[in-house]
């Protein structure tokens, strides 16, 4: 099952594994290749990462240097040295969501999980509105093979956001990765609906179609993410395979 897992929910986590939080990207040696990213998921990061740095602009001076030490830790390579200045952070201003959300990364990328997953629902409570700390706890939570709390997790964030496509992607990687293939084409049909459009969303469709035996809703599906993104190669090598 996590094997499955694995594969079916990769793309729907490559936004969190990216994602900026408190001035820089997590180190790149545990990002999803780039190639996987649609235009759709880039944009999405590239609003959270101006939104980050907005915020970070707005915090005291003091917390301000902080940041600054995390994000010459993180070029250094020295994940136990960010880890210290942000537990810092968090004792300057215990009510920062985006600090929890980083302190969070740095745990689930050190397979401490449980602790990952604390972080991100302390995330959570302090900005219910934090989109990404949703995606990471249900990644943190699918990582430890508990796949019916992560998908509350996904329910809860789009009952948040009815309109987030990415929140309904994941969820429906899990239901697929659940064994609920009807489930899951339901979900991709409401992300299919939502904003933003995505490529990606379409070829995960497009690849659960195709091992339910629905070869022509397939290529339609594949089709309709190279008409939102003309070129996407994971799209193009689905539709070439179902050409031979």
Same mark, same amino acid.
């Given at each position: ?6 594969? *079916? ?23 999803? @290749?780039?190639?996987? !990213? ?20 707005? !915090? ?13 830790? /993180? ?15 968090? #004792?300057? $201003?215990? %009510?920062?969501? $985006?600090? %929890?959300?980083? /302190? ?9 999980? @449980? ?15 934090? #989109? ?41 990687? !899990?239901?697929?990765?659940?064994? *609920? ?14 904003? @933003? ?12 179609? *195709? ?15 190279? *008409? ?5 190669? /994971? ?8 050409? #031979?």
């Amino acid at each position: 099952m996590l094997a499955t897992l694995s594969r *079916r929910v990769r793309a729907c986590l490559l936004g969190p594994a990216l994602a900026c939080c408190i001035g820089l990207a997590v180190p790149a040696a545990h990002a999803q @290749p780039a190639a996987q !990213l649609d235009l759709a998921y880039q944009s999405e990061l590239r609003a959270e990462n101006e939104a980050l740095q907005t915020r970070i602009k707005q !915090l005291p001076p003091a917390m301000q240097t902080l940041n600054t030490r995390i994000s010459a830790a /993180l070029r250094a390579n020295d994940p136990q040295e960010a880890q210290r200045v942000a537990e810092e952070m968090a #004792k300057q $201003d215990p %009510r920062n969501a $985006d600090v %929890r959300l980083f /302190l969070g990364k740095l745990q689930a990328q050190q397979g401490k999980l @449980p602790a990952a997953q604390d972080l991100f629902d302390e995330a959570i409570k302090l900005n219910p509105d934090h #989109k990404w700390a949703y995606v990471n706890k249900a990644g943190a939570q699918a990582q430890r093979g508990d796949l019916p709390n992560a998908l509350a997790t996904t329910q809860a964030l789009t009952n948040r956001f009815p309109d987030w496509s990415i929140g309904y992607n994941l969820q429906a990687s !899990l239901l697929d990765a659940m064994d *609920r293939p009807a489930d899951a084409l339901q979900a991709y049909q409401q992300a299919v609906r939502a904003k @933003p459009a995505s490529a990606l969303i379409l070829t995960n469709q497009g690849n659960l179609l *195709r091992r339910l035996g629905r070869q022509a809703d397939a290529r339609l599906s594949y089709e309709d993410a190279l *008409r939102i993104q003309p070129g996407y190669p /994971l799209a193009e090598s689905a539709l070439a395979d179902l050409r #031979k």
